[in-house]
């Protein structure tokens, strides 16, 4: 088994790419995805939320108010510690269950927005990064997305910086070009990736 950690900027292409490795066969574990999991109604992971923040951090009909939970985090670097120390051990253990779930042979790509500022690169057998200019990743965000300029420019701020994502990167998938110039470089990275998972399972 090869475990793979994949992560690059918002606007770069990620999920795309992610999307891209899921049909090559591809297992995927997706930290977001898991993140809103263990804390859906009824999870212990919502019950230890509400017991930090409070009830107003929960809806009437019992799911989390992402909303006002982000308003609180988001303001008081303290708190969001906080709230990672409940949430990332919980994300940690179902990546692990899905992981262990997976066949032997199998390419796991964790998909991991907060790889670079978690500094969790060691976690995986490789890092890729999906990289893209900051005019580029603007445009998406701007065009494709309808972000307004200001909230697409402090999100792309709030978030590591180019070079420090690079330097993580054992592959980087450089993404300025089409979606199928993308899947051109999906594809030879597929290649990469079972070539390493071949050597590495070699006795």
Same mark, same amino acid.
């Given at each position: 088994m090869l475990n793979v950690g994949l992560t690059g900027g918002i606007g770069a292409g990620k999920s795309e790419a992610v999307r891209l490795l899921a049909e090559h066969g591809a297992v995927i574990v997706d930290a977001d995805r898991i993140a809103r999991e263990v804390v859906a109604p009824g999870t212990p992971g919502l019950a230890?939320?509400?017991a930090?923040?409070?009830?107003?951090?929960?809806?009437?009909?019992g799911a989390l108010d992402r909303e006002r939970l982000g308003a609180i985090v988001f303001a008081d670097e303290a708190r969001r510690r906080a709230l990672n120390a409940i949430v990332h051990p919980l994300v940690a253990e179902r990546s692990?269950?899905?992981?262990?779930?997976?066949?032997?042979?199998?390419?796991?790509v964790h998909d991991v927005?907060?790889?670079?500022?978690?500094?969790?690169q060691?976690?995986? *057998?490789?890092?890729?990064? %999906? =990289? #893209?200019?900051?005019?580029?990743?603007?445009?998406?965000?701007?065009r494709l997305r309808g972000m307004p300029?200001?909230?697409?420019?402090a999100r792309m701020a709030a978030q590591a910086g180019r070079e420090e994502r690079l330097k993580i990167a054992d592959f980087v998938l450089e993404n300025d070009g089409?979606?199928? *110039?993308?899947?051109?470089? %999906? =594809? #030879?990275?597929w290649d990469r990736l079972r070539h390493?998972?071949?050597e590495r399972d070699r006795p």
């Open positions: 230890a939320v509400v930090e923040f409070g009830p107003e951090v929960q809806t009437p009909e692990a269950e899905l992981r262990e779930a997976a066949p032997p042979d199998a390419i796991v927005p907060l790889l670079a500022e978690n500094q969790l060691d976690r995986y *057998d490789a890092v890729i990064v %999906v =990289d #893209a200019s900051a005019d580029t990743r603007l445009d998406r965000l701007i300029e200001a909230d697409a420019r089409s979606v199928d *110039d993308l899947a051109r470089l %999906v =594809d #030879a990275l390493l998972a071949a």
